[in-house]
């Protein structure tokens, strides 16, 4: 066992990343890995609401047509002290063309150290969340909502958030996905302008920047606490759902 672990701390990470500063729920899902077969069938139910969350482009990228263009113009940005303590901007890798795009919070130790986003176990896990519900990793676009690591993995604050959300907007505008899939609950209450727990977003339609968006746990949550793998496969199940129902 590794000599860090505090089941307290775990504990106390596991009721931030669904609820923040909310009270702690009760969850009893439980399952063994992430693999369809272990799960009971489900009745997947109609969304129960469409928000629209903002969707204005603050800045004026209309120089650039082409992501590659969009990373040499903004690749050295310093807009906030993210720049300077990071040790590679990551920009986002995938489809250029995706439908589906995959935004998280900002990048960890080893996306950091890589410059390239959602690498290591929970990157492995992603990839398997998306295998699960027939898309190939190869086959959408993923993105932070920072570009830069805050130190110690802390949460983004609300200045970092500002300067760096026009740069997500802008590969929106760029990729035209035809639906977003957010995962964990720090992007999704900056994306989404949220102020509420993880699971009252969860199964939810949401509207950004004029794309449909779904919510579901940060891969890197299902790895500390496997018990929300159900609750995750019940959310992209739906996510797959929405974007069948998109694709003509
Ligand atoms: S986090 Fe975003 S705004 Fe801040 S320096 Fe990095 S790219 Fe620029």
């Known amino acids: 066992m590794d000599n860090n672990y505090n089941p307290f701390i775990e504990a106390l990470k596991n009721q931030k990343e669904i609820f923040g500063d909310e009270l702690f729920e009760q969850i009893t899902i439980s399952v063994d890995t992430f693999n369809p077969e ?3 069938p489900l009745e997947i139910k109609e ?3 469409v928000y629209i969350a903002g969707n204005s482009l603050f800045e004026d990228f209309d ?3 082409t992501l590659d263009s969009f990373y040499d113009l903004i690749h050295n940005c310093q807009k906030c ?3 300077t303590t990071r040790t590679n901007f990551v920009f986002g890798v995938g489809n250029p063309n995706a439908d589906v795009m995959i935004v998280g919070e900002a990048p960890g130790a080893e996306e950091d150290k890589q410059g390239v986003t959602f690498v ?3 990157g492995k896990l992603l990839t398997d969340i ?5 898309f190939e990793r ?3 676009y993923i993105a932070n909502i920072l570009k830069c690591r805050p130190p110690q993995n802390r949460d983004p604050l609300p200045l970092e958030v500002k300067e760096c959300m026009p740069y997500l907007y802008k590969q929106m505008d760029l990729i035209k996905p035809k639906a977003i899939l957010c995962l964990g609950r720090v992007a ?3 994306l989404l302008n949220q102020k509420i727990s993880l699971t009252k977003m969860r199964g939810n339609i949401y509207e950004v920047h004029g794309i449909k968006t779904m919510v579901t746990y940060h891969p890197a949550a299902l790895l500390r606490n496997p018990n929300w793998k159900r609750g995750c496969w019940e959310d992209v199940q739906k996510f797959r759902k929405l974007y069948d129902s998109l694709k003509n």
């Open 38 to 40: 272990n799960s009971q």
């Open 47 to 49: 969304p129960k609401e």
């Open 63 to 65: 120089k650039c047509n």
């Open 81 to 83: 002290s993210l720049g």
């Open 120 to 122: 290591g176990r929970a």
């Open 130 to 134: 998306l295998k699960a519900i027939k």
């Open 138 to 140: 190869d086959d959408v």
């Open 188 to 190: 999704a209450t900056n």
